[in-house]
């Protein structure tokens, strides 16, 4: 089990290619999870911050469409699902990504009781960035005080030293138009206090859409 989760996070600190963002059908195997997962995890300590490297560290990953399909095969093959509840389990995590962009995050700071993202004291906000700089707000943050033991395994970032979270952001702004639009190159998750901002983004690659289908039938 420590094996697999290093094996994790030395591919969190990847994340090449452009990823693909718009609704699209996939064919994983279980084996596939930690690839994906790599691509679609960053760590601010894969940037040289300079004194910000000592002030926060912080992983997060996108809990994209691609992601999220990855997961299911995952937790369906390490649960011994059968077709019909694993058809169910992606029918609704697929069905959330079209209203929540979502993200698992770790993170300390050089004090801990300062990182809770769910403290309006705390020395940390948290936003979602598009290319053009337009910012939007979490409408969901929530601090896992003790991960499960899956929890623990798919996101090896977790550890006794950095608190955990479950950030949502909508997928529109008031106004209807997109949080990621369909042609966006790159989103950003941004961390920004006091003590000064860390950036954590994501490539995309805006071609890469086909119309979303449901199958999970392998």
């Known amino acids: 089990m420590a094996v ?15 990823l693909p963002i718009q609704p699209a059908s996939r064919s994983f195997t279980a084996d596939d999870y930690e690839r994906i997962y790599g691509d679609w995890t960053r760590s ?3 940037f040289a911050f300079d004194r910000l490297q000592d002030v926060l560290h912080v992983t997060a990953t996108f809990e994209s469409w691609e992601f999220r399909w990855a997961y299911v095969v995952r937790y ?12 169910r389990l992606l029918r609704s995590s697929l069905g959330d990504a079209q209203e929540r962009h ?17 403290d309006e004291r705390g020395a940390w906000r948290v ?32 550890s006794n030293q950095r608190q955990a979270f479950r950030i949502a952001f909508p997928t529109q702004h008031p106004d209807g138009s997109p949080v990621i639009a369909s042609g966006a190159r790159r989103v950003t998750l941004r961390f920004t206090g ?16 086909t119309e979303p289908t449901v199958a999970l039938d392998e």
């Open 194 to 209: 006091a003590q000064g901002s860390v950036d954590l983004q994501w490539d995309l690659d805006p071609r890469a859409a």
């Open 76 to 87: 369906a093959a390490d649960y011994s699902l059968q077709t019909p509840e694993r058809t």
């Open 102 to 118: 979502r993200f698992f995050v770790t993170m300390v700071g050089n004090r801990y009781a300062q990182s809770d993202l769910t």
């Open 4 to 18: 697999a989760a290093l094996g994790l996070l030395a591919l969190a600190a990847c994340g090449g290619r452009a």
């Open 127 to 158: 936003l979602l960035v598009d290319e053009s700089g337009r910012q939007v707000r979490p409408v969901e943050v929530s601090r896992l005080r003790s991960p499960g033991a899956a929890e623990e395994v798919y996101f090896p970032s977790i």
């Open 44 to 46: 601010s300590d894969e």
